[in-house]
């Protein structure tokens, strides 16, 4: 079910429709071009989508911010009478409405996302279940794919029942680790193609799929003022507790997409590594950041300048320059 909620220009309520899914299309298309409000949630940019399409213009927001124009109990009324008024205030943060390609691009990651989860999951299981007949497996997934001698030279612990339980786990291990590698494969091809890839892919600390995933995540980098914005969004910035003269500074926000966040910190511990043997004026900034304020601060630092950079390349269409 859809809840339509339609204001005039002085916030009047003219419209209040309650619609089957199927029907809220047609309706919309029978209307003149207007300021259309959705709240981000699962199908969002599929609507957002068609709606434009139709001649709408469409803006979408994160569910916390419209959250406190709910003036009453949470209905479907209420949500839609909240987010039409929230989707008129002058300083809203919208969402970037993502194409159909970027998607695609984000489809992928999704997807090894999971395969990712499962082997993880499936490696710690028989892990957990060989150390119950006292064999101990070190942890780390190469160490997994040595299972078979693992099991050839503790014969006289396990069974043979167990044995083939455990070896129709790694089996089914293995599919995991292929999907994986599959993906790994299609989102470096598809990097590779890809000019914007291709740039961000210079900057120290971001690989095929971190810019991969922040370029098709960002989307209209002019979207967002400058490049603090985009590292707000993404969650890399201190978490802010302040009042009054007393300014209260703490750790990461975590807001915004996970996924991409976990990416470039990652990409900033690799390249977190090697600065100590290197001279330039970025290194050196990193080696210096890494000695003042400890390994894992100065990689959400480096993070955070990576997403600055990125958002940079993005809005001005420039190629990197190296320091």
Same mark, same amino acid.
């Given at each position: 079910?859809?809840?339509?909620?339609?204001?005039?220009?002085?916030?009047?309520?003219?419209?209040?429709?309650?619609?089957?899914?199927?029907?809220?299309?047609?309706?919309?298309?029978?209307?003149?071009?207007?300021?259309?409000?959705?709240?981000?949630?699962?199908?969002?940019?599929?609507?957002?989508?068609?709606?434009?399409? /139709?001649?709408?213009?469409?803006? /979408?927001?994160?569910?916390?911010?419209? !959250?406190?124009?709910?003036?009453?109990? #949470?209905?479907?009324?209420?949500?839609?009478?909240?987010?039409?008024?929230?989707?008129?205030?002058?300083?809203?943060?919208?969402?970037? =409405?993502?194409?159909?390609?970027?998607?695609?691009?984000?489809?992928?990651?999704?997807?090894?996302?999971?395969?990712? !989860?499962?082997?993880?999951?499936?490696?710690?299981?028989?892990?957990?279940?060989?150390?119950?007949?006292?064999? =101990?497996?070190?942890?780390?997934?190469?160490?997994?794919?040595?299972?078979?001698?693992?099991?050839?030279?503790?014969?006289?612990?396990?069974?043979?029942?167990?044995?083939?339980?455990?070896?129709?786990?790694?089996?089914?291990? #293995?599919?995991?680790?292929?999907?994986?590698?599959?993906?790994?494969?299609?989102?470096?091809?598809?990097?590779?193609?890809?000019?914007?890839?291709?740039?961000? /892919?210079?900057?120290?600390?971001?690989?095929?799929?971190?810019?991969?995933?922040?370029?098709?995540?960002?989307?209209?980098?002019?979207?967002?003022?400058?490049?603090?914005?985009?590292?707000?969004?993404?969650?890399?910035?201190?978490?802010?507790?302040?009042?009054?003269?007393?300014?209260?500074?703490?750790? /990461?926000?975590?807001?915004?997409?996970?996924?991409?966040?976990?990416?470039?910190?990652?990409?900033?511990?690799?390249?977190? !590594?090697?600065?100590?043997?290197?001279?330039?004026?970025?290194?050196?900034?990193?080696?210096? #950041?890494?000695?003042?304020?400890?390994?894992?601060?100065?990689?959400?630092?480096?993070?955070? !300048?990576?997403?600055?950079?990125?958002?940079?390349?993005?809005?001005?269409?420039?190629?990197?320059?190296?320091?």
């Amino acid at each position: 079910m859809g809840q339509i909620h339609g204001t005039d220009a002085k916030g009047n309520c003219v419209l209040r429709k309650r619609l089957n899914r199927e029907k809220v299309a047609p309706f919309l298309a029978t209307l003149l071009p207007c300021l259309i409000g959705i709240e981000a949630s699962t199908g969002a940019h599929y609507w957002a989508r068609l709606f434009e399409n /139709m001649g709408h213009t469409v803006k /979408m927001m994160a569910p916390q911010f419209v !959250k406190p124009y709910i003036k009453s109990n #949470k209905n479907d009324l209420n949500d839609a009478c909240g987010i039409a008024e929230a989707v008129t205030r002058p300083d809203m943060r919208f969402v970037p =409405i993502k194409r159909i390609e970027q998607q695609d691009i984000l489809l992928s990651h999704r997807a090894r996302e999971l395969a990712v !989860k499962q082997r993880t999951a499936q490696a710690n299981q028989i892990r957990g279940l060989l150390a119950e007949y006292g064999v =101990i497996l070190p942890k780390g997934i190469r160490y997994l794919k040595k299972i078979t001698e693992t099991l050839e030279q503790n014969h006289d612990k396990l069974t043979v029942k167990s044995q083939i339980i455990f070896a129709r786990l790694y089996e089914q291990f #293995k599919i995991y680790d292929e999907q994986v590698k599959t993906y790994d494969k299609e989102i470096e091809n598809a990097a590779l193609q890809s000019v914007q890839c291709r740039e961000r /892919m210079k900057i120290e600390g971001v690989g095929p799929l971190t810019a991969s995933a922040t370029v098709a995540t960002i989307g209209d980098a002019k979207l967002f003022k400058n490049g603090r914005e985009v590292s707000a969004w993404l969650g890399l910035v201190p978490k802010q507790h302040s009042s009054g003269n007393t300014v209260r500074l703490s750790g /990461m926000s975590k807001r915004g997409d996970r996924y991409v966040r976990t990416l470039l910190i990652h990409g900033a511990r690799a390249a977190l !590594k090697n600065c100590d043997k290197k001279t330039d004026r970025r290194s050196i900034w990193i080696a210096n #950041k890494k000695h003042r304020s400890g390994y894992n601060v100065a990689a959400v630092a480096l993070a955070n !300048k990576n997403a600055r950079i990125i958002w940079a390349m993005l809005s001005t269409g420039e190629c990197y320059r190296t320091a």
